[in-house]
Each structure stands twice: as structure tokens, then as C-alpha cells.
């Protein structure tokens, strides 16, 4: 038990140290996706090493427009203006994530 309880611990710290590198070497600010407690947790995280989260974005209407944190949650068409000069994460759970994937597919710009 202790040595599966390190190698999650391992998992998350590695999983957080890949987040924070990525965010440090793309030169766009970050968003995050959505406006969840594990993007609040990583947004205190980023935030203590020096990089900034400008909004979080969220498909739900009683949370867009509100802040958390000082953060704005906006839509996804917000998002979308402003997409080439942000990164955005997606800080989900696994089980959510399809169904951002998919919102990001349903709502993103056409290909040419």
C-alpha cells in the first residue's frame, strides 16, 4: 500500500511539474478549461510559481461572467477571439474530459 501511495504521489507531482513546464516554455498566457476545483487548485499553483492564469473558460451560464479568485470566467466564443494568443488547459478530471474535447470540437473554428 505505501509504495502505491508514492507512485501516485510521484504520478501527481509529475503530472503538475509537465503542467508547469508547459506553461513556462509557451510564450501565450494561459486559460483554463473549465471553471472547475481542480482548475482553481491549478491556477493556485501556477500563480506560486509565477505564471498567471487571464480567465477561466466555462460552458455553464451561472458561472460565466463571475470571477474566482479575481479570474474571469468566460464562454468558449470569448475564447475563441482571443484563442492565438492564449493556452489553454484543460485541468478536468478524466471522466469530463471527452465532453470538453468534444465542446472544443462542436465550437471550434472551421478548418479551411
Known sequence: ???FLENEI?????????ILNLCKDNPKNVVLMPASQQ???LAQYL???SICV?????NSPD????????????????YKKISDEKLLVLATIKADIEKSIKTIKRKSY???
Not at 510521484?10 to 509537465?18: L, S
Request: no cysteine; hydrophobic share 35%.
Open 63 to 78: 458561472k460565466q461572467g463571475t470571477t474566482i479568485n479575481g479570474t474571469t470566467v468566460i464562454t468558449f466564443d470569448e
Open 47 to 49: 500563480k506560486a510559481h
Open 1 to 3: 500500500m505505501k509504495k
Open 39 to 41: 482548475s482553481i487548485y
Open 54 to 58: 487571464d480567465f477561466f473558460v466555462d
Open 10 to 18: 510521484f504520478a501527481k507531482r509529475k503530472k503538475e511539474f509537465d
Open 110 to 112: 472551421k478548418k479551411l
